[in-house]
């Protein structure tokens, strides 16, 4: 058992999925790693939460009051919204904008039918949307005062409806918030207990429904993320951890828990973001800075793109069916995983979006599961050895075989092998779109980047999609399964700070230093507050710019001036568009970017690696054929150490497959370069 260096500075990061929970614990001095998954407990996460840092600790023989930093990652905002499991929420807007989140937009869902497509239902039905007498104009001028005695019959009628939560977003509140924030006053001091959250703390920026939706779901989920919070507050605290408790958000950046009580919806997406930053880190780790990201676990498959070494941010992301206007980290994601369905219809094959879960799963897993998916065709093509999880966990190739024979294989008339090449190659081919559409359509050419797989089956298609997509290189992290643990751990503090001009305008002719200079105090008292030393605070402002004429803007950072800034601007424009424009440029937004520099110590240089020994050798089905192939475990792999495909490496979290024509070398910092062998003669 490796130990930690006696002025050790022990930090844990724990990661919640719906079958595992994964934990990263690190001396933040050496730079040493430890890692364990244990199950997660659906009914109460803070269970898993305390065990998985629990069997952490024991690898080192400490206990959690030792620890110097606890990061998190949650996807309990995220659950509530998706399931529709949220506080019983009311909305509180203008006189005469009731039906702001009915309307919506006109767009439609890009693979929806135009004529039968339903809007979905609104988290907060119009019975429960009340209004209240004022008025701001587009300006930030008041066309009508405040009649507060409107606002508090809007909260006796609220106190009737018995909501746990009330979100107050006013018309153009960004441009002048003085109505918003005395409703939401008058509404704390008449409804205790009741959660109540303004469009103005959480997003001052323009769009009514997405402002308005942002606020309605920050609210839903107040209640049960506090409560969540406080839980593992309280079990920390049982344990002896006495250091504040730090979350993911969905900008890539971590919080204190006070942050996430007042905006919980910025926990959204951050799941995948802190893989991600686990990505970003490990391959600058390898002197690599242009790369693109797939993580594919068992129900999707999640896809970024990282150039120069910056990960790019959008506030246009979406959680399920809504638009949430929070600055995210920009991603697209997939019904693609392990656990993605394969199934005839029609004497078509499909696979995905539907996915077999953790339960039943695959059939391959033993749990019952009776239908084809991704998982099963890599076992029936003798991708994954016939243990996983160390060995705790047995495979089962006859029922995978009946399910990829009976499902898919007998309906097209098809032999097994044929059938599950089939599903991969299906499954394949829709992450390489999500590809292009994060690359080619973003005006970046995916052969100049480096390919990152990481999630549990990310490895396993690693290197084919890296032939679809011509990409020479791909990168597999130290412990791929295990990678947003450890991205918590690469986290930086951050937080954005964002307002709306009250017009948008010519951005030569507009007055922008006394917005920066608000935007700027409020990311150093924020970084001040979360106790951020000064040597380690960055403040970046970035604009968001648009041609006249134009619906939606772009982000460019700020270049000190409104000339260089313009230029930036076109240039993007030109690269995501192919052209630009001659007319003005206007000024819609800016937002400043708060960074706490994270302390991230040099990881434990891997030992020098000698003669490799494979341990098994088994049959594997490629395009050219059957052939026998070792099977390596990469833990044995020391740093230079150098194979050529076709191979089979395993380890705890996850299988890589490397296949013929590629050539695997291990770097000294963990991670395995896997390179076109034509490219590396």
Known sequence: MSMPSSDQSLAVAVDIGGTFTDVALIDQTTGQTWRAKTPSVPSDPSIAFMNGIRLALEQIGETP?????????????????????????????????????????????????????????????????????????????????????????????????EVEAVAVCLIHA??????????????REMLPGVAVTASCEVQPVVREYERSLTTVLNASVMPGVTTYIGRLEDRLGADGVTVPLMLMQSNGGVASAATIRRAPALTALSGPAAGVVGAKAVAAACGITDLITVDIGGTSADICLIKDGQIGLTQTGHVGDWPLSLPMVDMVTIGAGGGSIACVSDGTLSVGPQSAGARPGPAAYGHGGTQATVTDAHVVLGHLPKRLLGGRMALDRDAALAVVQGGVAGPLQLDPITAARGILAIADNHMVGAVRVISVERGHDPRDFTLVPFGGAGPLHGCALAELLGIRQVLIPPAPGVLCADGLLSADLRAEFSRTLPKAGALAAVDTAPLIDELTGQAESWLAAEAVAADRRQVQIVALLRYLGQGGEIAVPWAGEAAATEAAFVAAHRALYGFSLSVPVELVTLRAEAVGRAHRPDAAPLTAGGEISPYDQTPVSFASGEVRVPVIDRASLGAGAGFEGPAILTQLDTTTVVPPGWRGDMHASGALLLTRMEDHE
């Open 174 to 187: 960004f441009a002048a918030p003085a109505h918003e924030i005395r409703v939401a006053e008058i509404l």
């Open 65 to 161: 009051a030792a620890l110097d930093r606890v990061l998190h990652g949650t996807t309990v905002a995220t659950n509530m919204i998706l399931e529709h499991k949220g506080a019983r929420t009311a909305l509180v807007t203008t006189k005469g904008f009731r039906h702001v989140l009915a309307i919506g937009r006109q767009d439609i869902p890009r693979k929806e039918n135009l004529y039968t497509w339903v809007k979905p239902a609104r988290p907060v039905p119009a019975s429960r949307i009340v209004e209240v007498t004022e008025r701001v104009g587009a300006g930030g001028v008041v066309l009508e005062p405040l009649d507060e005695a409107s606002v508090r019959a809007a909260g006796e009628a609220l106190r009737d409806m």
